[in-house]
C-alpha cells in the first residue's frame, strides 16, 4: 500500500554510486517518493543533470566557486532550486523538518556532521556512510536512541545481518540466542595476488572489483579489506556486538551478503545478485518490500559458493582494525583517519599498496588512544591521525 504523502527523501553524496543507485530505485516509485535534497561534491555537470531531472527544493555543494557554478546554469531553466554550500547546508537540508529520510553516502569523515544532523533531527536514516559511526560509535548510537531516529544499515553486509537478525534483537544478541556474526568479503581483486606482487599493483588495478561498481575510494579500501575491517566496527556498533563475536569470511562469489550464527545450530543468509538497489530499496521501503529493479538471483548459474579465512598477512588492514574495535575510544577514529589520507596517497601513486598498512599502523602507535566523552574529541583525534598520517608521507612517500 503505497503512502499518502510521498516521503521527502534527501540525498547526501548523490553524484556516487550509492546515490545514483538510490536515485534509480526512487525513480521506480514516483507515487513513494520524492527527492527533497540532492548534495554532490566534484562531479558538478552530473549533479546539475540530477537537478534538472528530479527537480529537488535544494542541492548543496562544497563551496561558493561550485555554488555560482550550479546557480548560473539552473538560472536558464524552469528548475527552481535553492543552491547551499558547505557542511551547513549539509546539515540543513539532512534536519529540514519536511525531510523524511536522509540517505547518508558521503564518503569519508566528511559525512560525519551531516549524518549525525539527520539523526539529532529523529529522521529515517539510511546509512552508507560507515566512517559515521566507525568515528563516532557510541555517541552516535546514543544520538539515534535519544532522538528515536529510524537507523538502517545500506551496506550489503548489515543490510543482511538486519534482515537475519529477529526484530527485537536491541535486547542483546545473547538474550535472542544468536552465537556470532558471519561478514562476508569478496576478498577483492588481489585475493589470489602472489604477496611479492602486491608492491607493483596500481590504482587502476586496486579499482578494478570483480563484483561490486564502486567508487575509488571505496574499491581500495576494498582492495586492502580495510573496508571489512570498517564494516566490523560498524557491526559492533548496529548490533551491540563485541568485536569476537564477529567473524569476517571470504566469499568470492559475493551471493552471501552475511549470515547469523544461533546457538540452536541455525545459521541464516540473506542471498541475492551483487547490486546495492536491494538493500537501498529494503531500506527505503523497510518494513515494506518494493520492486528495486534488481534480476532475480539465478542459483543455477551461480552453481557453487566458495568460502576461505581471510589471510591477515594478505590484508593487515583487516588485522589493525580489529586491533582498533577492540581497543576503542578513539582508536576507530585515528584508524579511520589514518586510512583516508593513505588511500589517497596511494591513488596519488605517492605511496605503494602495502604502505597503506604501514601508514596506518604508524600512526595507531604514534598517538595514545582517548576515552570519547564528546564529538570534539572524536574530531581532535580525527585531525591529529591526518597530521600523523601527512608527516608519515612525507618521510616515506615518493
Known amino acids: 500500500m503505497s503512502p499518502a504523502r510521498p516521503q521527502q527523501v534527501c540525498v547526501l553524496g548523490a553524484t556516487g554510486s550509492i546515490g545514483l543507485s538510490t536515485l534509480d530505485v526512487i525513480s521506480r516509485h514516483p507515487e513513494r517518493y520524492q527527492v527533497f535534497a540532492l548534495s554532490g561534491f566534484s562531479r ?15 542541492a548543496v555543494v562544497p563551496d561558493a566557486r561550485a555554488a555560482t557554478f550550479l546557480r548560473e ?9 535553492e543552491v547551499l554550500q558547505g557542511e551547513a547546508g549539509l546539515c540543513d537540508v539532512a534536519a ?3 525531510v523524511d529520510t536522509v540517505m547518508a553516502a558521503i564518503v569519508g569523515a566528511a559525512g560525519l556532521a ?13 546509512l552508507a556512510n560507515k ?110 556486538a563485541r568485536p569476537a563475536q564477529v567473524e569476517v569470511v571470504i566469499h568470492p ?20 545478485n551483487p547490486d546495492m538497489r536491494t538493500p537501498i530499496s529494503h531500506a527505503l521501503a523497510w518494513p515494506e518490500r518494493i520492486d528495486s529493479g534488481v534480476a532475480p538471483l539465478d542459483l543455477f548459474a551461480v552453481a557453487r559458493m566458495d568460502f576461505q579465512r581471510p589471510d591477515e598477512q594478505r590484508f593487515p588492514c583487516l588485522r589493525l582494525a580489529r586491533q582498533a574495535a577492540e581497543a576503542g575510544g578513539t582508536a576507530p577514529a585515528l584508524l579511520n583517519a589514518a586510512n583516508e589520507v593513505a588511500v589517497a596517497a596511494f591513488l596519488e601513486r605517492r605511496i605503494r599498496f602495502p604502505e597503506i598498512a604501514g601508514m596506518i599502523d604508524a600512526v595507531l602507535n604514534a598517538e595514545p588512544v582517548q576515552v570519547v566523552e564528546a564529538l570534539e574529541v572524536v574530531l581532535a583525534a580525527d585531525a591529529r591521525a591526518r597530521t600523523l598520517a601527512n608527516h608519515w608521507l612525507s618521510r616515506h612517500g615518493r
Not at 73 to 81: C, N
Not at 253 to 272: E, P, R
Request: glycine content about 8%; some cysteine; hydrophobic content about 45%.
Open 44 to 58: 558538478l555537470d552530473q549533479l546539475l543533470a540530477l537537478c534538472l531531472l528530479y527537480r529537488p527544493r535544494y
Open 73 to 81: 546554469a539552473l538560472s536558464g531553466s524552469a528548475v527552481a532550486v
Open 96 to 98: 529540514h523538518p519536511e
Open 114 to 126: 551531516p549524518t549525525l544532523a539527520a539523526v539529532a533531527a529523529g529522521k529515517k536514516v539510511l
Open 131 to 240: 566512517e559515521a559511526l566507525v568515528m563516532s560509535g557510541a555517541l552516535f548510537m546514543q544520538a539515534v536512541r535519544n532522538s528515536g531516529a529510524v537507523l538502517l544499515p545500506i551496506d550489503s553486509e548489515h543490510n543482511a545481518i538486519f534482515q537475519c537478525l529477529p526484530t527485537d534483537y536491541a535486547r542483546g544478541l545473547a538474550q535472542v540466542g544468536v552465537r556470532r556474526i558471519l561478514l562476508t568479503a569478496s576478498g577483492g581483486p588481489f585475493r589470489e595476488t602472489p604477496l611479492a606482487a602486491l608492491g607493483e599493483v596500481t590504482p587502476e588495478q586496486a579499482c578494478a572489483h570483480p563484483n561490486w561498481s564502486m567508487g575509488r575510494k571505496i574499491s581500495v579500501d576494498s582492495a586492502s579489506m580495510m573496508n571489512k575491517g570498517l564494516e566490523l566496527i560498524e557491526a559492533c556498533w548496529l548490533f551491540d
Open 253 to 272: 562469489q559475493s551471493v552471501i551478503h552475511s549470515l547469523v550464527d544461533y546457538v540452536d545450530g541455525s545459521v541464516l543468509a540473506q542471498l541475492g
